[in-house]
């Protein structure tokens, strides 16, 4: 294995039941973001276009702290911005990568969110391997979306309130 770590790359695409606009504040909205990052401990807006998180997560059998660096670039509100990260765990190893975010209007006023990431892991995290890593980037994406969507769903949230565990 090189030193240079374990690649990842993934993209996808979301329709979120949302205004453009709104989405876009959401995505740069700290408090929104901790509640819809599993795991996560803290998240802090440092600038107009940098924030830190902490994060607690499981990659196969590794199981760490996070402390997680997030930068935007490229900010074309609100259509776009490249979000670069820099993943640093305690013995766990470390990530950098970038995401391409691009946010589309709909004709029936929803929003379609695509990305596009690319990034690479190394220490501990490496010797995972690239199948389970992608694996569980691509479930950790999936849970994020997922309460996006209810977070921005008035619907989503009135049926869940409505129906409690």
């Given at each position: 294995?090189?030193?240079?770590?374990?690649?990842?790359?993934?993209?996808?695409?979301?329709?979120?039941?949302?205004?453009?606009?709104?989405?876009?504040?959401?995505?740069?909205?700290?408090?929104?973001?901790?509640?819809?990052?599993?795991?996560?401990?803290?998240?802090e807006?440092l600038?107009?276009?940098?924030?830190?998180?902490?994060?607690?997560?499981?990659?196969?059998?590794?199981?760490?702290?996070?402390?997680v660096?997030?930068?935007?670039?490229?900010?074309?509100?609100?259509?776009?911005?490249?979000?670069?990260?820099?993943?640093?765990?305690?013995?766990?190893?470390?990530g950098?990568?970038?995401a391409?975010?691009?946010?589309?209007?709909?004709?029936?006023?929803?929003?379609?969110?695509?990305?596009?990431?690319?990034?690479r892991?190394?220490?501990?995290?490496?010797?995972?391997?690239?199948?389970?890593?992608?694996?569980?980037?691509?479930k950790?994406?999936?849970?994020?979306?997922?309460?996006?969507?209810?977070?921005?769903?008035?619907?989503?949230?009135?049926?869940?309130?409505?129906?409690?565990?």
């Amino acid at each position: 294995m090189s030193k240079r770590g374990e690649g990842v790359e993934q993209s996808g695409e979301h329709r979120i039941p949302a205004k453009r606009s709104a989405v876009w504040r959401s995505l740069n909205d700290p408090a929104v973001l901790a509640r819809c990052i599993d795991g996560c401990q803290s998240l802090e807006r440092l600038g107009e276009d940098a924030f830190t998180a902490t994060v607690r997560a499981k990659v196969g059998p590794v199981r760490a702290t996070f402390q997680v660096a997030l930068k935007l670039t490229d900010m074309r509100p609100p259509e776009s911005y490249v979000l670069h990260a820099d993943v640093k765990g305690a013995g766990a190893g470390f990530g950098k990568g970038s995401a391409e975010v691009t946010l589309a209007e709909t004709e029936d006023g929803t929003t379609l969110l695509r990305y596009s990431v690319a990034g690479r892991v190394g220490g501990k995290l490496a010797q995972i391997g690239s199948r389970l890593i992608d694996s569980t980037a691509r479930k950790m994406a999936d849970d994020f979306f997922s309460a996006f969507h209810q977070a921005l769903d008035p619907a989503a949230n009135r049926q869940q309130s409505a129906n409690p565990p």
